[in-house]
């Protein structure tokens, strides 16, 4: 009887053991990757870093234009994503019969999401830069960004709208409402907490992307910032590949600081993304 | 089981005009046939109660009188469904009007996650009216009809699911008056509720049967012979399909059914 116990015993404290090792194998090497940036990238971090443009090929100066590079770049593809995938997943939600050419559509948009991102680029310099005659810019790279970030917006937006709860929707038909007027005036507006999360999601992710825009629009060094949509632009991830990579004698102290600022802004939307859902929760349970 | 109507409360005779009715009407989920030949008038300012067993078609009955069932893709309808004399399944029938004309309260108490106020004005304002004292006056006549006023005059804008369930089922009724309609449906409208919230909602009933038609399923018995005028009796036969086994005034469904099924289910033999 006593064994007993203590073999029980010991099988579950090695079992707990496992467990825990298994979860410090994920958290280690994200505290680890966490630290090192901002231990050998947080003295890189001044004002200037912040807002001057670079000099002497990235080795002195600032990363001004590549900052605001990749905020233009997400606002570029956000102003594109979100309404094009908020209309395509009303549709896909609410309009759209359930025949197989729906099926394929959902399952074409899940797909989507695993097209690797230089597949998008070269996508993007076909139909942007050279069929549409857009060049290497600024609006090619958003568009670009945009076709992949659909997929995110579209399938989170078409989430958020079916759930909704089909109360809502039979009480405001019941009382005379079109359909058009349900969606507009009580699914969407339900439904936004989800579609702004998934957008939110959708801009961190392209403010990291560094493959596609390679290829349709990022410069490693401009002189000006630029003033158009058609203008080239710098971007973070990217000015991250060339001063880590190709640029010799780069500082280290400035290669980390470039990364930590890119984990800053990717990081702070991710965290604004959880924020949105977690406050839409709350003031759905506490009313 | 014995069940007491409370004949003195009945209207005298249900010999008002036929307000809606439904003529030879079958309705199929794809290949499965959910109600068969049925023909049933519904009386203005009256209300008629739907009775039967779990599964026998009475909800999807209610909801072809505002075509409530367009929404679940596979439904065919054969047969009439007459509102004043017209066939609502005809082509031409703007469903949106219709369901104007023919409001509907549900099971489940849904208010908008808006505030009170809102609630019960969403109805007008889709349907045009913006001016905001005009907005004032239909919420607290609304409020008013369904007997909730005293209760939210002074939490108009509070969120609508702060409301007890109760409330917020006469709020959803508020919400359907708002819109004045001349038939109102509702489907099982207490069976989320307590007993004396119950009671409220169907003293309501009773006096808004003043002035609307109105058509209850319901799946207690003692409510139906309570609220009701008229009481129809479904059952399933045996492929599952609906059918209309006894339609008359209510007293006499309960007290001196003619089929014995009838009187089996409402003297609880079987259901």
């Known amino acids: 009887m006593k064994t007993q116990m203590t073999s029980r015993q010991m099988s579950q404290q090695v079992a707990f053991g496992l467990l825990l090792v298994a979860t410090a194998i994920v958290i280690v090497p994200v505290i680890v990757i966490i630290l090192q940036i901002i231990i050998t990238g947080g003295d890189a971090i001044t004002w200037d870093f912040l807002t001057q443009p670079p000099t002497q090929a990235g080795k002195a100066g600032g990363i001004f234009p590549a900052i605001l590079g990749t905020f233009y770049l997400m606002l570029g593809t956000i102003i594109v994503a979100l309404p094009v995938g908020v209309l395509a997943g009303v549709y896909l939600s609410e309009y759209a019969r359930d025949n197989w050419f729906t099926r394929t559509i959902n399952m074409a948009i899940v ?74 005036h009580i699914v969407l507006p339900q439904a936004m907490p989800g579609i702004i999360t998934g957008a939110v999601l959708a801009m961190s992710r392209a403010a990291g992307e560094t493959a596609p825009i390679l290829i349709v629009g990022a410069a490693f060094f401009l002189p000006a910032l630029p003033q158009s949509p058609f203008d080239q632009f710098m971007a973070l991830p990217y000015h991250l590949y060339t001063v880590a990579a190709h640029i010799p004698g780069m500082p280290k102290t400035t290669i980390w600081g470039v990364a930590l600022v890119l984990l800053v802004v990717v990081l702070s939307f991710n965290v604004l993304a959880t924020i949105i859902r977690l406050r839409a929760r709350k003031r759905r349970y506490s009313t | 089981m014995n069940i007491n109507v409370e004949l003195t409360d009945k209207k005298a005779a249900v010999n008002g005009e036929v307000r809606m009715s439904t003529k030879d009407l079958s309705l199929y989920y794809g290949s499965f ?15 008629t109660a739907v009775i039967g067993p779990s599964g026998c078609g009475k909800s999807t009955f209610l909801r072809l009188f505002n075509r409530m069932n367009d929404l679940i893709t596979g439904v065919k309808v054969e047969g009439r469904v007459e509102l004043d004399g017209i066939n609502i399944y005809d082509k031409d029938i703007d469903v949106v009007e219709l369901r104007k004309k023919v409001g509907m309260v549900f099971q489940k108490p849904n208010p908008f996650p808006m505030s009170v106020f809102e609630n019960v004005a969403y109805g007008p304002r889709r349907h045009g009216r913006k001016n905001r004292t005009e ?132 003297t609880g033999r079987f259901g």
């Open chain 1, 111 to 184: 797909n989507l999401a695993g097209v690797p991102s230089i597949v998008y680029g070269l996508f993007g310099l076909g139909i942007f830069v050279l069929a549409f005659h857009f060049g290497m810019s600024l609006l090619s790279a958003s568009l670009t960004l945009a076709c992949q970030a659909l997929a995110m917006t579209v399938t989170t937006s078409r989430e958020a709208i079916l759930a909704v709860p089909g109360g809502y929707r039979e009480g405001s038909l019941a009382v005379g409402s079109t359909k058009w007027q349900t969606i507009r």
């Open chain 2, 33 to 47: 046939q959910a109600l068969r030949d049925i023909s049933l008038d519904i009386p203005e300012n009256a209300i």
């Open chain 2, 135 to 266: 907005l004032v006056d239909i919420v607290e006549k609304s409020l008013k009809q369904a007997a909730l006023w005293e209760e939210v005059e002074d939490k108009l804008e509070q969120s609508a699911l702060a409301l007890s369930g109760g409330q917020q089922q006469r709020l959803c009724i508020a919400r359907v008056l708002a819109v004045e309609p001349e038939v109102i449906l509702m489907d099982e409208p207490c069976s989320a509720l307590d007993p004396i919230a119950t009671l409220r909602i169907e003293d309501l009933m009773r006096n808004l049967s003043e002035s609307y038609t109105i058509v209850i399923v319901t799946h207690n018995m003692q409510q139906a012979a309570r609220v009701s005028d008229m009481s129809a009796f479904f059952m399933m036969e045996e492929d599952r399909a609906g059918i209309l086994v006894e339609y008359g005034p209510t007293a006499e469904i309960f007290t001196n059914p003619k089929d014995k099924r009838t009187e089996d289910y409402i």
